[in-house]
């Protein structure tokens, strides 16, 4: 990773990942993780199945902390403020509200469409109604899912279809201003023309946030990461421009992946 | 080879015949012992059933007794098991499947908890005699029959509530704990609203299955005959409420509906078949209040 600090010199840092070392119970799930997310682009994590990527994607916003039995060492500093996410110190509630999570599943909460995109800015003591139904819209206007339920706001989220569902979960995450997207192979659940929407959507968004993406489609990855990181049984093999990695990479195993030796 | 296979689907459809034939034949068993039962009942207890019933209190003659004080003690028993066991059950079931820790105690807590379902009535009645009745002189009254059916039925409220709640998706929680909700936030927001239809139902399976123990109120000493009513809960002075109904001795319907049933004049095994009809009917309206709760809440939660 020493060649890393060139490859960032026109890039601002949003987070920093050091010596990250994750365990779920016994088993070593990440293995000495070190790379940068470079503020306001797209960062794409691949590598085959069980490969550690969606465990890396769920420390940046301690989702382990729910479950017991894991344990991490090393550290993942945001920037510019220096905090380190992985800190006993630092409140995970606190910490989430910064980072946002769009998941593999859809799964809106089974409520009204608006109370869905709304309960980011509820559980944040937000009180005023214009306030709220402004976010609201604005965060449906920009998960591109506006036009098609504002004349349905309160019917049921369920009632909305998966790719629809998927746009309302980033509209629910976006509601809320988050500095860091978090998408766990947001389309792995969906068809063709409805994934084509959420990366179109995620080119968009990398104006206004960071984004970090697990994906299982290296095509995915080609379309819309500007960086990738290549991960095998729990190591980073390499990171770097995602141009790079699927036409130049450094390592021999890389290269074999992207050229789909295995996988 | 084909026809060996036509053969094989053959016997697995015959096989699917006589499973249906077998479970329909046990279904058509059961509803018949309920209305044998019910036609029973009916048929030596509808005379009886009248006003008076309702607001007379036991006699020594069969046509003059009613169930007054019985259903009054049904009543306000109820009402404590309730306040009791329904804020106790629910909590510890959120507890133990939201907060609680993995670990081999709690394990041991949870195995505990579904046995203690299991325990015989009588017992619970006995361990009652001994805690309430003995130990915190709470008398043989309404509050210590409350407490004794709240105790009894509290691990059927656990059960049904963790259940309940175990029903709901893990993907939701972490939709909500993404956002940055806090443990308590999930549990209102989300677990509650959304587990509800089950914890109510829970709730009312036990309530139904408390309104017709006896064994643990006789246990604690409930009276067979009583001819006058507890203080009433609320008065038209200040303060309004008072709560000496709760130090009254009480009896319950299936309590006086025994003693009916143990006197050799027939007349009054009358008097009991028409108690039993009362009380079926109850128990059968509070079913119908968990299917309908429980058909609401699934409609107000749309998945």
């Known amino acids: 990773m020493v060649a890393v600090a060139p490859l960032f010199a026109e890039e601002r840092i949003k987070a920093r990942v050091d010596s990250l070392n994750f365990f779920y119970g016994e088993t070593q799930a990440l293995k000495d993780v070190n790379f940068f997310v470079p503020d306001k682009k797209v960062v794409a994590l691949i590598g085959p199945s069980g490969c550690g990527k969606t465990t890396l994607l769920r420390c940046f916003n301690r989702m382990h902390d729910l479950y017991a039995n894991m344990r991490s060492t090393g550290r993942i500093f945001l920037e510019p403020s220096g905090l380190d996410i992985l800190s006993k110190k630092v409140d995970p509630i606190e910490l989430r509200m910064k980072i946002g999570m769009v998941f593999q599943k859809p799964n809106p909460f089974p409520k009204s469409i608006f109370e869905n995109v709304a309960y980011g800015l509820r559980i944040r003591g937000e009180k005023v109604a214009s306030y709220i139904d402004g976010k609201v819209e604005a965060a449906l206007r920009d998960a591109a899912l506006w036009d098609e339920v504002k004349e349905r706001l309160h ?99 890389t290269e074999q992946y992207v050229t789909g030796c295995f996988g | ?85 329904i804020p106790l059950g629910v909590a510890a079931g959120i507890y133990l499947e939201e907060y609680a820790p993995k670990n081999r105690i709690t394990t041991l807590i949870e195995i505990n908890i579904s046995n203690l379902a299991g325990v015989p009535s009588i017992v619970f009645g006995l361990m009652a005699l001994g805690i309430f009745v003995y130990k915190f002189a709470l008398g043989q009254s309404v509050l210590t029959a409350g407490l004794t059916l709240a105790l009894l039925i509290l691990p059927i409220i656990i059960v049904t509530t963790r259940e309940a709640i175990r029903a709901i998706p893990l993907s939701i929680r972490e939709a909500a704990y993404a956002l940055g909700a806090t443990k308590w936030q999930v549990t209102k927001d989300h677990v509650l609203p959304y587990s509800l239809g089950g914890v109510l139902t829970g709730i009312i399976i036990a309530m139904s299955r408390a309104i017709g123990e006896t064994a643990p109120l006789v246990t604690i000493g409930a009276l067979t005959f009583i001819a006058f009513l507890p203080p009433s809960p609320v008065q038209t002075t200040a303060p309004f409420i008072n709560f000496d109904w709760l130090n009254s001795p009480f009896t319950v319907l299936p309590i006086q509906m025994f003693n009916w049933v143990s006197r050799p004049d027939p007349e009054f095994h009358k008097n009991a078949a028409a108690a039993g009809l009362v009380l079926l009917i109850i128990t059968v309206s509070m079913n119908a209040i968990a299917i309908f709760l429980r058909v609401q809440f699934r409609r107000r939660t749309r998945w």
């Open chain 2, 1 to 85: 080879m084909s026809h060996d296979r036509s053969t094989w689907i053959l016997r697995q459809k015959i096989y699917e015949k006589i499973f249906l034939v077998v479970s329909v034949f046990f279904l058509i068993c059961s509803g018949l012992v309920l209305g044998a039962l019910l036609l029973d009942l009916a048929q030596s207890g509808t005379s009886r059933i009248s006003w008076n019933l309702f607001s007379n209190f036991p006699s020594r003659f069969p046509e003059k007794a009613g169930i007054l004080s019985a259903w009054v003690g049904t009543l306000l028993v109820m009402l404590v098991t309730c306040l009791a066991a």
């Open chain 1, 155 to 253: 019917s049921s989220a369920s009632s909305l279809s998966g790719g629809q569902q998927q746009r309302l979960c980033m509209a629910r995450s976006l509601a809320t201003d988050p500095d860091i997207m978090l998408f766990d192979e947001p389309t792995s659940a969906l068809d063709p023309i409805a994934t084509a929407r959420i990366e179109e959507l995620i080119d968009e968004l990398k104006s206004r946030v960071t984004i970090i993406i697990v994906t299982h489609n290296m095509q995915q990855a080609g379309r819309v990461a500007d960086y990738t990181a290549f991960m095998y049984l729990g190591e980073l093999v390499e990171f770097d421009r995602t141009s790079k990695i699927f036409t130049n990479p450094t390592q021999k195993l």
